[in-house]
Structure formats: structure tokens, C-alpha cells
């Protein structure tokens, strides 16, 4: 490993916004976020919904996508994100639709929130303004606003803490404050661990980063972790601006792992960089599958990357390895002398998309 990084030199470089600074306030992000949550109003709300449909896109929707992760401890009802224009034909009055635009100007989203609003379905936008915040406020919406002024992929807390309280609100979920508590506290002991200050021997973060660097990272997890897989992947496209991927067992049991059949050429195993998400409390049938395909990427040669989460409730073990996430992709902008910021690319896609309706 190379010791002589001088990541403070880097930062100051690369980050020309300052992202560690966002990264590194998580935990006051969710202090602040659970005191929306509790203060929003949900008068005009069904009590609980039958069904919850959450639509965005990018770093917003992976709020919808925890939600629907944590559904094993808390749902009562059923939970699906929407990734698209267009809703599921079901939806309708039974149906509580929930819009996540950070921006509050993300087309598929606005599309597909007032689609719901057509049928009849409950709503309820979060976002910091735009177009989505004017709707609610046209046709007297509830609306959780939040914070503005910081790319949706480091405001997370707001988008997602903030439900949590909602749904134990409306009925849909329920026993949060100990796994709440156990998150804020886990976060403070992640940051410290992982911010700029840390020295890169006690730095985890740090250290995967330069696992990473000049690699193709694959991430793998079980099902229950895929949301925590996408956000490993969607950091480092963001904030990094390269390329990695992501799948799940089992079901990359029975396609992607003859793939690696041919990547154990020595010309392909150079660039390739498996890495394994594992939950300390992962089922024994998928704690097997995960560890013998470890076993056989290994056997083809390859250096397989292992990272577990950390915390006894089920928030808690995927916070520990968002926060990773979080902080290993800015550290490998960083290593890529990019800064974490700008996302060129996805503003001039969204400024042709505007020109060309």
C-alpha cells in the first residue's frame, strides 16, 4: 500500500466545493432530518395506505429504496420504487405515492407524481424545491421540504431519515427509535473513522480506495444489501467518475459467475476488482453462496476485496457501509484528481433533453 499520499494536499486540489465537508456533517444530517420528519404535516393523508409507491431516480430514490429494504423489520404494508415515467396500472386511491426529487426538477419524477395525482392516489413530495415543491404548493400537496444547496447524492439523511419518521407516523412502520439512536451514533464513530483527518493506517476508507484505484470494481451482495451494492456503484460513477459495477446473489449464481470464467486471463484479472458486501446477520444459506463464490473468483486468481457492516439493528448495518461508500468514492476522486462535485455529463444530458422537447 502506498503510504505517501498526501490526501489533505489532494483535497484541497481536487474538491473545489468541499464534499468532505457534506460527507463529513452525516450525523448532524440526520439530527436535522429526524426533526422534519416529526414536524411535517400529514393531515391530508390516509392512515395507513394499503399500498406506498416511491418514484425518483439517482441519489433521491435510494431513499425509497432503503425504505423498501427495511421493510423486513417494519413494513406493514407493501413498498416498490418506480424508476421510470410511468406507474404500475394498480395505483390509484388505496395507493400512497411518495415523489423524492431532490432538485424537485427531475422529469420522470414530476411525470410521474402528477400521474398519481390524476388517479387519485395520496401524495407526498420531498424535495427542496423546483417544479415538484410548486406543484404541492399549487394544488395543496403535502410536501416535506428539505435543505437545499448540495448534490442529492450527499443528502440521503434528509431524503431518507425524515420517512422514517412519516411512515411509523402514518402506521407503516414501527419500533424505530432504538435503530434510529444506534444510526446517529454509528455515523458519528463512521465519520471520525473515515474523514479527511484520519490517518490512512486507521482509515478504512482510505485503504479501499487505493484497492480501487486504476481498477474495475464489481461489487456483490445478497439480495437484501442490493440497495447498499447500487450505492457503492452509483458513488463511484458520481463522485469518482469512473466506471464499476454491481449484482446479487443468488441470482448471479446462475448467469454472471461463468463470466468470470474468461476474466481470469491475466489481461482482464489486472483490472477487474470483485469486492464482497457482507451483513453480519446474513442468512446461512446466502453466508454459504457468498462464501464459495468468493472461493472460486479466488481460485481464477483474483484478490477479492471483503467489507462488512458494522451495528446490531438493520438502519445501523447499512449505514456503516453507505458511509464507506460515501467516503471511498470521494478518496478515489481524489487519487483521480477529479473533483467529486460536477457531473458534466448528466448536466448536458438534462440541458439536450430540455432542448429537444
Known amino acids: 500500500m502506498n503510504t505517501q499520499i498526501q490526501w489533505k494536499v489532494l483535497a484541497e486540489k481536487v474538491d473545489s466545493q468541499r464534499m468532505i465537508a457534506l460527507l463529513e456533517s452525516f450525523p448532524d444530517q440526520i439530527a436535522e432530518a429526524e426533526r422534519l420528519g416529526a414536524a411535517c404535516d400529514l393531515s391530508r393523508l390516509s392512515t395507513p395506505p394499503r399500498s406506498v409507491i416511491f418514484v425518483g431516480m439517482g441519489g433521491s430514490a435510494m431513499a425509497g429504496d432503503l425504505m423498501s429494504l427495511l421493510g423486513a423489520d417494519f413494513q406493514t404494508v407493501p413498498l416498490e420504487v418506480v424508476r421510470s415515467y410511468s406507474l404500475p396500472h394498480w395505483v390509484g386511491p388505496n395507493t400512497l405515492v411518495v415523489g423524492l426529487s431532490y432538485s424537485g426538477q427531475t422529469e420522470e419524477t414530476l411525470t410521474a407524481f402528477q400521474e398519481a395525482r390524476r388517479r387519485g392516489a395520496d401524495v407526498l413530495a420531498v424535495t427542496s424545491g423546483g417544479q415538484l415543491a410548486a406543484f404541492c404548493e ?19 439523511g434528509y431524503l431518507f431519515i425524515p420517512l422514517l419518521l412519516i411512515f411509523h407516523r402514518l402506521g407503516i412502520f414501527s419500533n424505530l427509535r432504538e435503530a434510529l439512536d444506534e444510526c446517529l451514533a454509528l455515523s458519528r464513530k463512521k465519520v471520525q473513522e473515515f474523514c479527511l483527518e484520519s490517518e490512512e493506517a486507521a482509515n478504512p476508507a482510505k485503504q479501499v480506495a487505493l484497492k480501487l484505484w486504476k481498477r474495475l470494481p464489481v461489487f456483490y451482495a445478497s439480495t437484501h444489501l442490493a440497495p447498499v451494492a447500487l450505492r457503492w456503484k452509483a458513488q463511484i460513477n458520481e463522485n469518482a467518475k469512473q466506471h464499476a459495477f454491481w449484482n446479487v446473489l443468488p441470482e448471479m449464481n446462475h448467469n454472471e459467475i461463468v463470466g468470470w470464467q474468461m476474466s481470469g486471463q491475466e489481461a482482464v484479472r489486472k483490472y477487474l476488482q470483485p469486492v464482497f458486501l457482507q451483513d453480519s446477520q446474513e442468512l446461512p444459506p446466502l453466508r454459504r453462496r457468498l462464501k464459495i463464490t468468493e472461493r472460486i473468483l479466488r481460485e481464477k486468481g483474483f484478490k477479492v476485496i471483503q467489507l462488512k457492516t458494522e451495528g446490531r439493528s438493520r438502519l445501523a448495518r447499512i449505514f456503516s457501509l453507505i458511509l464507506w461508500a460515501d467516503f471511498t468514492s470521494y478518496y478515489l476522486s481524489l487519487l483521480n484528481e477529479v473533483d467529486p462535485t460536477p457531473i458534466s455529463v448528466i448536466d448536458s444530458l438534462k440541458k439536450q433533453l430540455q432542448e429537444n422537447r
Not at 399549487?138 to 437545499?148: A, S
Open 138 to 156: 399549487r394544488e395543496n400537496l403535502p410536501c416535506l421540504r428539505i435543505p437545499n444547496g448540495r448534490p442529492p447524492r450527499t443528502a440521503l
